[in-house]
């Protein structure tokens, strides 16, 4: 497809998309900065390849190598370590502006930096003894180097096509402790990043009687590690950039520093810290805003190498650009309101709050998308277009566990109806 084509760029005086944040959003400096950076990287070098990488599913290396030049690999590593230090809500904004431009980018951006999130500011929300700590602070240092220093790229597979990842039962993929380190063996599917990656932070349970799900640990696996594999093919409906293959471990040993969190911190942190399994939802949010923002430029006749024909004096059309901005104004407040909301222990009302907001925003997306369709009509799903890749993409968002659109429903109508710890006689 024609680079131009996927960067909605308007003559002006047309159609200028709003920030991904709604005007008047309080923003710090430091987002309004990140903000931009992403959104100048986002027109002008993602959006552009973005059909390429879909139509090869290949993973989006150059983009990779921009986002590691701007600083963005060690967005959330503190500030201490070499990283920029930002929090959750900032990294929320930004993944949501990179998910406008391309999807598969934004997705697997959110794996690599959930593994400096969850093991730097949300690590330090979770009570550990004073040796967990310190030998944490030892772990962390040496991957936030990685990062920080030598633009290292870590991956998040924890999917095991079982009851696992959705929260239900201890992962399959077993951790045994030996002189030094640990063996572990295993396979996870869905691997984001898979080929690209240099380490896997791979979800596994600590191999002794009576594991449960507070056995859990986070080790980070280098990729050239003996017994590690990559496995399978991927050729998907949407996201097709993520390259989410199957990963095999046989025997590999990893030493004792590649646990991301120690022992038990991890079970804490999906306890106390709900909204560490929402971080996919801003790339969603920003594929609604994408599919709107097409929308609007479609029906004044203003997409770059479209002939300029204008649909937008149809009653039709009005209507469902009224509908979609409904439903992305909705989806925005949730988003908004959600990713302020996070921290450790929320309330029970905050928790409610995110697994609507994760159902809404990934329920929307793809509602958003269809609707862009129907209303821009047949010339407007042509591949030389990125609407149909909009809509393919966001159609992922509701299956990504452990939050899928089913299971967020499930949470809140049991969460809503009983109190903790309460059963029925
Ligand atoms: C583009 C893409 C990229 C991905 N990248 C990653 C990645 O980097 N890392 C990673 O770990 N995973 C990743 N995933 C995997 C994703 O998070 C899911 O694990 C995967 O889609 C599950 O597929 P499944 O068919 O095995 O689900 P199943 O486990 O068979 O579940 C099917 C559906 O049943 C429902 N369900 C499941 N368990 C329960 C239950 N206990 N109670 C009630 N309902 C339930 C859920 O709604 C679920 O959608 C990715 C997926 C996609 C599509």
Request: hydrophobic share 40%; charged share 25%; proline share 6%.
């Amino acid at each position: 497809m024609s680079a131009q084509l996927s960067a909605l760029r308007p003559a002006a005086p047309g159609y200028v998309p709003p920030p991904i944040t709604g005007e008047g959003f309080p923003l710090t400096d430091q987002q309004r900065e990140l903000l931009e950076l992403a959104g100048r990287l986002g027109r002008e070098k993602f959006a552009p390849r973005a059909a390429q990488y879909d139509r090869d599913a290949t993973f989006p290396f150059e983009n990779y190598d921009d986002m590691r030049e701007a600083g963005l690999l060690r967005i959330c590593v503190p500030k201490a370590y070499g990283g920029l230090g930002a929090d959750y809500l900032t990294y929320c904004l930004v993944a949501a502006e990179i998910g406008r431009h391309c999807g598969a980018t934004a997705l697997t951006w959110n794996m690599h930096v959930c593994s400096t999130l969850w093991s730097g500011p949300l690590a330090d929300d979770l009570d550990m003894t004073s040796e967990q700590r310190a030998e944490h602070e030892r772990h962390r240092a040496i991957h936030f180097e990685r990062i920080a220093k030598h633009g290292k790229i870590y991956a998040q597979p924890f999917s095991e096509g079982s009851a696992a990842a959705a929260g239900k039962a201890p992962f399959g993929t077993l951790a045994t402790k030996v002189e030094g380190g640990w063996i572990l063996n295993g396979k996870k599917i869905f691997a984001s990043l898979s080929g690209a990656a240099d380490y896997y932070g791979i979800l596994c349970t600590e191999d002794k009687p009576d594991r449960s799900m507070r056995d859990t640990l986070y080790m980070a696996v280098p990729a050239d590690a003996p017994g590690f594999s990559i496995t399978g093919d991927w050729d998907p409906l949407g996201m097709r950039g993520t390259v989410s293959r199957t990963l095999i471990l046989k025997d590999v040993f990893v030493s004792d520093d590649a646990q991301l969190m120690p022992r038990g911190v991890y079970f804490q942190a999906a306890s106390r810290w709900p909204h560490m399994f929402s971080t996919l939802s801003p790339t969603y949010m920003g594929l609604a805003q994408a599919a709107y923002d097409f929308t609007v430029s479609y029906l004044r006749g203003e997409v770059p190498g479209m002939p300029p024909v204008k649909r937008r004096m149809y009653p039709t059309k009005q209507v469902a650009v009224a509908e979609m901005r409904i439903k992305l104004e909705q989806t925005r407040a949730l988003f908004l309101r959600a990713a302020s909301d996070a921290k450790v222990d929320p309330s029970k009302d905050e928790r409610l709050r995110v697994y609507a907001a994760q159902y809404t925003i990934m329920e929307n997306a793809n509602d958003i998308a269809r609707l862009a369709i129907r209303t821009c009509g047949g010339q407007s799903m042509l591949r030389s277009l990125p609407l149909e890749r909009i809509y393919r993409d966001s159609r992922c968002g509701s299956l990504m566990l452990p939050w899928t659109a089913e299971l967020c429903l499930d949470r809140i109508g049991r969460e809503a109806l009983y109190e903790s710890g309460e059963v029925d006689d």
